[in-house]
């Protein structure tokens, strides 16, 4: 069965530092893969979404993520954080029957 | 265009009482979703419809029923209501205009979520 997971439920980054939000996943097929955000009070929105073809999937608001068939990876990383990238970080896989599974998530904090 | 649209956004119940939360999406979409999401949990799935007449379990299904009434709605129903229950619910929709081969590669839209609680 497929599943993710995600290490480390809270990150805290300076802002303008490096963002690496961290996702493994598990599946005996092909994966899709899907990264979501989730900001206070509000559903989930998502970043982008890995499913064939280029390992390196740029999404919104400058956050991209690199598919490493051989680490099991997805993780999600963005050059500069900003204040607004406060938020709750899902990332997702969808199973060949059409579930879609998320890990735990990760709160990201952003300190000024 | 609304996109996923829950009802209620809140709800208090007592313990042993029933409710139906209501999901409809206007964009088509074969695939349909109910989530529950806890603190440090994420987001479970609770059961998913693949297509219009097609119900599946799914990792929390225990004390809930669904129903796909019809393509757009996907009613999300808890027959006894528990305080283990208490949770913020989400709906959630797929595919690509009808199509069933963007089963896979296509994202899910999620409504605003509804705010469950049983005292």
């Known amino acids: 069965a497929q599943s993710v997971t995600q290490l480390g439920s809270h990150v805290s980054v300076s802002e303008g530092a490096l963002v690496l939000l961290r996702c493994n996943y598990s599946s005996s097929v092909p994966p899709y893969l899907f990264w979501y955000v989730q900001y206070p009070n509000q559903g989930l929105q998502l970043l982008l979404k890995y499913t064939t073809g280029a390992t390196l999937v740029k999404g919104i608001n400058g956050f991209e993520a690199e598919f490493k068939k051989s680490e099991t990876s997805f993780h999600l990383t963005k050059p500069s954080a900003h204040m607004s990238d406060a938020a709750e970080y899902f990332c997702a896989v969808k199973a060949h029957t059409g579930k879609l599974i998320f890990g735990q998530g990760t709160t990201l904090q952003v300190k000024p | 265009n609304a996109g996923v649209t829950q009802t209620p956004k809140f709800q208090v119940l007592k313990t042993g009482q029933s409710m139906t939360l209501q999901c409809a999406q206007d964009m088509n979409h074969n695939s349909m979703y109910w989530y529950r999401q806890d603190p440090g949990m994420g987001l479970r799935l609770i059961y998913y419809s693949a297509s219009e007449g097609t119900t599946d379990k799914g990792e929390v299904p225990n004390g809930y029923n669904v129903s796909r009434l019809n393509k757009r709605e996907f009613s999300l129903r808890l027959e006894s209501a528990a305080p283990s229950q208490t949770s913020v619910y989400f709906c959630?929709?797929?595919?690509?205009?009808?199509?069933?081969?963007?089963?896979?590669?296509?994202?899910?839209?999620f409504g605003q979520g509804t705010r469950l609680t049983v005292v």
């Open positions: 959630a929709s797929s595919g690509v205009n009808g199509h069933l081969w963007g089963l896979l590669n296509t994202e899910a839209f």
